[in-house]
C-alpha cells in the first residue's frame, strides 16, 4: 500500500487527540482501496500512480465523522468526495463596517429584537423567481447579479447594491460562482416561475455555525490592517455558514452514486470511503458529481451573502445606513484542482481554509497582502483575523477555528455554574428567548435551549491562542487583527 507523508503544523501547547489520529490513518486506508480496484478493475483508474499523495495537519486538528476536522489531503487520479464532509462549501465571510463598539452596545436590545424577528420569526423575507434560483445554482453570485432585478427590491432585496455586489466578487474566493450545467435533484426547491419563497436561502444552521457582531480589540499588523480597512474600536461582522441542507443533499446523491459504481464482486470499503476516478470510463459520473458539488457551493456563496444583507437590514434599521464593505468570503469544506510541482491533482479542504500568499495572489485585492483568514474561538471568545503566507508544506491551508475540547455529549454535562458564568459575560441570540413570559415554566423548551448553547460554549473548545501561535510558528500565517465579539447570533 502506499505510503503517505503526513505533516503536522501543531504546537506543543496543542493536544492532539489519539481518536482524531486514529480517524485519519482509518481515511487513507482509500489507498489500499485504490490498489484493490486496480487490481480487480484494470483501466478503473486512467492514472497508474492513483493515490493520495500529501496529508497536512492544521492546528485545529480534531475528529470529525470519517475524516477529521483540520485536514487538508493532496490525491492524484480522484477526488474523495467524503473528504470534504457534506456541509459542503461551509465557510467564512467577514465585512468591515464604519461603526464603533458604542453605537452597538448602546442599542444592543434593539439590535437583538430586530435580529431575532428577521433572522428566526417570520421577517426572513428573501422573494426568488425559479429563474432566479435556477442561475444561482448553476452561477453562484454571478448568477444572482445576473438575475436580481427580478425579486423588484422586495423584501432583504432592497439592501442589494448592484454596484457593491459587482465590486465585492473579487472579494470572494473563485469570485462565488462555480459554473455547473444542471441542477440535480433541485426542481421542488427551484419553485414555481414567478417570485416566491423558500425556507432554506438566508439560514445559519446548526452546529458550530454562527454569525457574529465583532469589535476590533487589537491591531497586529498595521500595514495589512490599514489595506483591509481594519482598526481598532470598529465593528466588523463575521459569518460561518454554509450549504445546510443543500449541501447534505447534493453529499446523499453523491455517496450514492459512489456506492453503485463501486464492483458488485468486491467487498466495500471498510472505511466507507469511495474514490471517484479521473477516467474516460466514469465521464458521466465525474461531471454529475462536479455539477452536484458546484450547486451546494454556490448556494452557500449565496446563503452567506443573504445573511450578510439580514444582519444590515437589523442594524440599520436602528442605527441608520453604515458602511458595510465586504473584506471577503472563503470555504473550508471543499476541493480545488491545483498543480504541485507540475503534478496535477486534487486538494480537498476538510476544517481548513485556503491560506495563500501575495504572490499567488497576484491579480486579486490581495496581491499586496496575502489572501485574508478568518479563524474564529468558540461562541463568545475572541476570533482572529490573518494573512496568508502561501506555505508549501502546509498546502498553503490553515486552520478555520481552534477544534472542540469536548465532544458536544460531554459538554452539555459540564457544570451548571460555568454555563451561567458564560450567559451573564456574553450575548447569544438564538430562536428561543428566555426571558419571555410565555416561557416561564416550559422547563422542556428552557432545557433544550441550554443544552444547544452548552454543545458550543467557550470550554467545549481549545484555547485559540496557542492554535493562533502554531500558524505564526510555522509561517502558515501572520496576525493582522483580534477581534472580540459583541454579540453572537446562533441558529
Known amino acids: 500500500m502506499r505510503e503517505t507523508p503526513v505533516k503536522y503544523f501543531i504546537n506543543t501547547d496543542v493536544k492532539v487527540e489519539n481518536n482524531a489520529v486514529e480517524e485519519l490513518h482509518r481515511l487513507l486506508e482509500v489507498n489500499e482501496t485504490i490498489e484493490t480496484l486496480q487490481k480487480h478493475s484494470p483501466g478503473y483508474f486512467d492514472d497508474s500512480d492513483a493515490g493520495v499523495l500529501e496529508v497536512?495537519?492544521?492546528?485545529?486538528?480534531?475528529?470529525?465523522?470519517?475524516?477529521?476536522?483540520?485536514?487538508?489531503?493532496?490525491?492524484?487520479?480522484?477526488?474523495?468526495?467524503?473528504?470534504?464532509?457534506?456541509?459542503?462549501?461551509?465557510?467564512?465571510?467577514?465585512?468591515?463596517?464604519?461603526?464603533?463598539?458604542?453605537?452597538?452596545r448602546t442599542h444592543l436590545d434593539a439590535i437583538e429584537r430586530n435580529v431575532r424577528h428577521v433572522f428566526f420569526?417570520?421577517?426572513?423575507?428573501?422573494?426568488?423567481?425559479?429563474?432566479?434560483?435556477?442561475?444561482?445554482?448553476?452561477?453562484?453570485?454571478?448568477?444572482?447579479?445576473?438575475?436580481?432585478?427580478?425579486?423588484?427590491g422586495e423584501g432583504i432585496w432592497h439592501y442589494y447594491n448592484e454596484k457593491q455586489q459587482e465590486l465585492d466578487l473579487n472579494h470572494v474566493n473563485k469570485m462565488g460562482s462555480f459554473i455547473a450545467e444542471s441542477t440535480i435533484g433541485l426542481?421542488?426547491?427551484?419553485?414555481?416561475?414567478?417570485?416566491?419563497?423558500?425556507?432554506?436561502?438566508?439560514?445559519?444552521?446548526?452546529?458550530?455555525?454562527?454569525?457574529?457582531?465583532?469589535?476590533?480589540q487589537k491591531v497586529h499588523q498595521g500595514s495589512i490592517a490599514g489595506q483591509w480597512g481594519l482598526?481598532?474600536?470598529?465593528?466588523?461582522?463575521?459569518?460561518?455558514?454554509?450549504?445546510?441542507?443543500?449541501?447534505?443533499?447534493?453529499?446523499?446523491?453523491?455517496?450514492?452514486?459512489?456506492?453503485?459504481?463501486?464492483?458488485?464482486?468486491?467487498?466495500?470499503?471498510g472505511n466507507g470511503m469511495y474514490p471517484l476516478p479521473l477516467s474516460e470510463r466514469f465521464e458521466p459520473q465525474?461531471?454529475?458529481f462536479w455539477n452536484l458539488l458546484h450547486n451546494a457551493?454556490?448556494?452557500?456563496?449565496?446563503?452567506?451573502?443573504?445573511?450578510?444583507?439580514?444582519?444590515?437590514?437589523?442594524i440599520s434599521d436602528v442605527l441608520g445606513d453604515f458602511e458595510h464593505k465586504l473584506l471577503y468570503d472563503a470555504p473550508h469544506?471543499?476541493?480545488?484542482?491545483?498543480?504541485?510541482?507540475?503534478?496535477?491533482?486534487?486538494?480537498?479542504?476538510?476544517?481548513?481554509?485556503?491560506?495563500?500568499?501575495?504572490?499567488?495572489?497576484?491579480?486579486?485585492?490581495?496581491?499586496y497582502t496575502g489572501e485574508p483568514v478568518f479563524i474564529p474561538g468558540s461562541m463568545g471568545s475572541h476570533s482572529f483575523i490573518l494573512a496568508g503566507l502561501g506555505n508549501r508544506e502546509s498546502l498553503f491551508s490553515a486552520s478555520h477555528g481552534a477544534g472542540r475540547a469536548l465532544s458536544r455529549g460531554d459538554a452539555v454535562k459540564v457544570d451548571d455554574a460555568k454555563f451561567r458564568e458564560f450567559l451573564a459575560q456574553f450575548r447569544v441570540i438564538n430562536p428561543i428567548d428566555p426571558k419571555r413570559t410565555n416561557l416561564r415554566g416550559r422547563s422542556d423548551i428552557l432545557k433544550k435551549w441550554e443544552e444547544e448553547l452548552k454543545k458550543e460554549a467557550p470550554y467545549a473548545?481549545?484555547?485559540?491562542?496557542?492554535?493562533?501561535?502554531?500558524?505564526?510558528?510555522?509561517?502558515?500565517?501572520?496576525?493582522?487583527a483580534e477581534v472580540a465579539p459583541i454579540a453572537t447570533v446562533k441558529g
Open 286 to 288: 465525474w461531471n454529475m
Open 333 to 367: 469544506n471543499y476541493l480545488w484542482e491545483e498543480q504541485l510541482e507540475q503534478v496535477g491533482g486534487f486538494l480537498h479542504r476538510k476544517g481548513s481554509c485556503t491560506a495563500k500568499s501575495a504572490v499567488q495572489m497576484m491579480g486579486t485585492p490581495f496581491q
Open 56 to 104: 497536512a495537519i492544521t492546528p485545529d486538528f480534531h475528529k470529525g465523522s470519517g475524516i477529521p476536522v483540520g485536514t487538508t489531503l493532496f490525491t492524484r487520479g480522484f477526488v474523495l468526495p467524503q473528504a470534504i464532509g457534506n456541509d459542503i462549501n461551509c465557510g467564512m465571510r467577514l465585512y468591515v463596517t464604519d461603526l464603533s463598539e458604542e453605537q452597538i
Open 187 to 216: 426542481d421542488d426547491f427551484l419553485g414555481p416561475a414567478e417570485l416566491s419563497r423558500d425556507a432554506q436561502i438566508g439560514s445559519l444552521g446548526g452546529g458550530n455555525h454562527f454569525f457574529e457582531i465583532q469589535v476590533v
Open 231 to 269: 482598526k481598532e474600536g470598529q465593528v466588523v461582522l463575521m459569518i460561518h455558514t454554509g450549504s445546510v441542507s443543500i449541501g447534505y443533499h447534493s453529499g446523499a446523491w453523491i455517496k450514492e452514486m459512489l456506492k453503485q459504481m463501486y464492483p458488485a464482486s468486491l467487498k466495500h470499503p
Open 121 to 152: 420569526e417570520g421577517a426572513r423575507n428573501i422573494p426568488m423567481t425559479r429563474r432566479m434560483r435556477e442561475k444561482m445554482f448553476k452561477e453562484g453570485l454571478i448568477g444572482i447579479l445576473d438575475s436580481h432585478k427580478e425579486a423588484r
Open 461 to 480: 473548545y481549545k484555547d485559540i491562542t496557542p492554535v493562533i501561535q502554531s500558524h505564526v510558528d510555522h509561517g502558515m500565517a501572520t496576525i493582522v
Open 297 to 314: 457551493a454556490n448556494f452557500a456563496f449565496a446563503n452567506r451573502l443573504m445573511l450578510g444583507l439580514m444582519m444590515y437590514k437589523s
